[in-house]
């Protein structure tokens, strides 16, 4: 449920913001701005607007397959603290895939970011922690499981972010993807023994 309002929300000011240059401007991430200006609803507002289409129907694929799988793992496990766990997921996402990229842009007027790409990529990595072996579709052809494709996501975007040779914000999406894999530990330590056996359950 929270996953359709997100997707639904995100889309609409994302093709608002395809039309109106001006409130694109205003939802941006700017850590400038964020920091000398104290416009800090940038660090989530950004997270609901994207660059163009491509872009915009990447996330939200993404979140549609896996924000549905999560929020029912969260009922089974959280009960009815659900929605505000699930929110928390999100938001939380949004907010740590943003540390690196605050600190080292805050004084640059000219770096901007869109996308829910932290967010997204936390909601997949907590995926993969409660359900490692489920396999997921590299280019949506090749499959491979969930654990090893975040091990090979993980190494991927550090080695870019070293790089640093496109305008992809892939620090965001490493951090992003750390914090969704940590999340379920930090509310519920003991579903860190639900991983261990989930992982090992291969090898028995």
Do not use: C
Not at 24 to 47: C, D, G, P, V
Not at 83 to 97: A, P, Q
């Amino acid at each position: 449920m929270v996953t359709w309002i997100i997707i639904g929300i995100t889309t609409a000011l994302s093709i608002m913001a395809f039309q109106n240059e001006s409130l694109m401007e205003k939802m941006q991430f700017n850590a400038a701005r964020i920091i000398h200006q104290k416009q800090y609803y940038r660090l989530i507002s950004h997270a609901f607007i994207h660059i163009g289409w491509t872009h915009l129907i990447v996330n939200m694929m993404v979140l549609f397959f896996f924000g549905r799988a999560v929020e029912q793992y969260f009922a089974y496990f959280f009960l009815n603290k659900t929605v505000l766990y699930f929110i928390s997921l999100y938001v939380g996402g949004i907010l740590v895939s943003n540390i690196w990229g605050l600190i080292k842009h805050q004084n640059n007027y000219y770096y901007n970011a869109v996308g829910a790409s932290g967010a997204v990529s936390a909601v997949l990595f907590s995926f993969i922690f409660l359900n490692p072996w489920e396999k997921l579709y590299l280019f949506a052809i090749i499959p491979i499981p969930g654990i090893l494709f975040g091990a090979g996501y993980l190494i991927y975007s550090y080695w870019m972010s070293k790089r640093q040779s496109d305008n992809v914000a892939h620090d965001a999406h490493f951090l992003g993807a750390v914090f969704g894999f940590l999340f379920p530990v930090l509310l519920k330590p003991s579903l860190f023994n639900h991983f261990t056996d989930q992982l090992f359950s291969f090898f028995r």
